[in-house]
């Protein structure tokens, strides 16, 4: 009996000393965490004007010189009261448009100045997300940045692949009456209305992850029209 209680105590004991271990080491490392996400949004945020590093101080150096944060709603006003990073765009999203708060990414550098939208939307197996890049004509995308979390390997996981990213590269998302109609996703045997600028080829066996790309490029770039509308 009484090497049954020993026993009893000696396994809670052990469970509260290793729950006090996991905790310390979760709060330890939860400062590092953070710092690890803030840089991987900064390195794809660069991705999406073409600048590949993995070197962790030059991407904060390029990125802390070059990249100007704000955040903007549908109306096109400034919302100088909010700060970007504190934005999440997979809640954002779910609003309409005139209830979200849009940030928005200004990169000026010796190649030029570019408006970076982030992005969030579904694929098949679960969230996709990314950055595009559009020049100061606020028509013609410059790059772009696509990334996932579950999505098929050799199908639609090909959107983090930088050969489907380049076929963005210099795409409109105005028509020639500079209405928006986005740059869309699909097979290169669909008929549509719209010329080569403002299509890109779908995934081969990854419709639904496309489809997925397709309107969430859609739904995120066009309410910051309005804000792009006051700059022309």
């Known amino acids: 009996m009484h090497n049954n209680r020993y026993t009893f105590l000696f396994a809670i004991g052990i469970s509260c000393i290793t729950a006090v271990i996991l905790v310390l080491t979760s709060q330890t490392l939860k400062p590092l965490q953070e710092v690890n996400i803030a840089l991987d949004k900064?390195?794809?945020i660069l991705k999406s004007v073409g600048i590949y590093t993995t070197e962790s101080a030059e991407i904060e150096s390029i990125y802390n010189s070059s990249v100007t944060e704000m955040v903007v709603n549908s109306q096109g006003e400034v919302l100088e009261a909010l700060n970007a990073d504190k934005i999440q765009m997979k809640n954002e999203v779910k609003k309409a448009d005139a209830e979200r708060s849009l940030p928005l990414y200004v990169y000026n550098g010796e190649d030029g100045k570019y408006y970076i939208v982030p992005m969030?939307?579904?694929?098949?197996w679960g969230p996709i997300w990314g950055y595009v890049s559009i020049q100061d004509d606020f028509n013609t995308v410059n790059g772009s940045f696509f990334d996932?979390?579950?999505e098929t390997p050799g199908l639609g996981a090909e959107i983090s692949e930088i050969a489907f990213q380049d076929q963005f590269k210099g795409k409109k998302?105005?028509?020639d009456q500079n209405n928006f109609i986005s740059v869309h996703v699909v097979k290169s045997s669909a008929?549509?209305?719209y010329g080569n600028e403002h299509r890109v080829d779908a995934i081969s066996g990854g419709t639904i992850t496309s489809v997925g790309v397709d309107e969430m490029i859609a739904n995120c770039v066009e309410p910051y029209y309005a804000y792009f509308q006051t700059l022309k």
């Open 42 to 44: 900064k390195s794809s």
């Open 120 to 124: 969030y939307g579904v694929g098949l």
């Open 148 to 150: 996932h979390k579950g």
């Open 173 to 175: 998302m105005l028509n």
């Open 191 to 193: 008929k549509v209305e």
